[in-house]
């Protein structure tokens, strides 16, 4: 098979394209088709926050539906793996990174290696999950911004220069359509580092209200917002870029975004503290009209 990442075009919003078939892979789930560049998003197997796109491809006359975009890798010594089964970090050595699209049900035989083929991504559930995406930033950096006073050391900066509770805290992220859920750990290395739960256990309705008036003043300021990358291929490191009021938020993100605030009515998060150790955050998006 080729010995080339995948090039990938949708840190520019792309959601059609053309390419060659690479290879393609049976698994017990179906085929997973690889090809040379693709607007696919696919979910990261490290980080696996946002899932990957869905949509369609064709080839000749015949069409089949991509449930999910996903990662896989081809090693030096020729070991293909997708998904969870990639034994290694995104980018390691020795490894050659391509987004492989999982094919629903039986796949067309023409789509083998060789084949040339259109891509076409589900363009309305990707908004949304662009949607949910940049939400779950910025209700991240709102939150920071909201315990900012908890802090009895310094835990490092956040990307608006705030004390960095996301960095320190955040254990999984999980975006979907609009929308996304963070938990957090509150545990003893957490207050080790300096923060002080007790007072924000009291505290939470009102650090909730703060972070609600804080992300209705950003979409309100209708930021641009857009992805940076370092190359064209989906190992390239890509940063998400938002001009808030406050300065530019930047921060290291392989997944897709909005290209403006004003893409939102509205953005809203629901603060849970059922378990003491555990917060968990939810975020709601509603689209502008
Ligand atoms: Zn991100």
């Known amino acids: ?161 705030n004390p960095d509770f996301e960095g320190r805290a955040n254990q999984s992220s999980r975006i979907h359509e609009d929308g996304a859920i963070d938990e957090y750990r509150l545990g003893k290395s957490l207050r080790r580092a300096g923060f002080d739960t007790e007072t924000f256990a009291s505290t939470l309705a009102a650090r909730e209200a703060q972070i609600n008036a804080q992300l209705a003043a950003w979409v309100s300021s209708g930021a641009s917002s857009r992805i940076e990358t370092e190359g064209s291929t989906i190992v390239d490191r890509r940063r998400w870029h938002c001009e808030l009021p406050e300065g530019e938020a930047v921060i290291l993100c392989g997944g897709t975004h909005v290209a403006s605030l004003s893409e939102f009515a509205s953005i809203s998060v629901a603060l849970e503290l059922t378990d003491p150790q555990l917060l968990v955050m939810t975020t709601t998006a509603v689209p502008a009209d």
Do not use: N, Y
């Open 1 to 161: 098979m080729s010995a080339a990442s995948t090039i990938v075009s949708f840190p520019a919003g792309a959601l059609e394209g053309e390419g060659v078939v690479t290879h393609r892979e049976s698994t017990p789930e179906g085929a997973v088709i690889v090809v040379d560049r693709t607007p696919f998003h696919p979910v990261d197997h490290t980080w696996p926050d946002q899932p990957g796109d869905s949509g369609v491809i064709g080839v000749g006359d015949e069409q089949a539906r991509v449930d999910e975009a996903v990662m896989a890798a081809v090693s030096d010594e020729g070991v293909f793996a997708v998904g969870a089964e990639i034994p290694v970090k995104r980018g390691a050595e020795g490894w050659t990174w391509l987004v492989g699209h999982r094919v629903a049900g039986q796949a067309p035989e023409r789509l083998v290696a060789g084949a040339s083929i259109t891509l076409a991504v589900d363009a309305v559930r990707r908004a949304g999950l662009s949607r949910g995406h940049t939400a779950c930033h910025l209700a991240s950096l709102a939150l920071d911004l909201a315990v900012a006073d908890l802090w009895r050391k310094d835990p490092g900066a956040d990307a608006l220069g």
